[in-house]
């Protein structure tokens, strides 16, 4: 598999496209200068190669 996670700073979220789904994504506030993931979601039915 040849993904790259990418940093969508306006929806604060870190997403992941996987072929022909919707994307994995995290959800994160940043605090103190650290990163705090909130939520992750993904796909039901991901199909990893």
């Given at each position: 598999m ?8 306006v929806?604060h979220?870190?997403?992941l496209?996987l072929?022909?789904?919707?994307p ?5 506030k940043e605090?103190?200068g650290?990163?705090?993931l909130?939520?992750?979601?993904g796909?039901a039915a991901?199909?990893?190669?």
């Open positions: 040849d993904a790259e996670v990418k940093d969508n700073p929806m979220r870190f997403e496209s072929s022909g789904n919707a994995a994504v995290s959800y994160y605090k103190d650290r990163v705090i909130l939520h992750t979601r796909p991901a199909k990893l190669q």
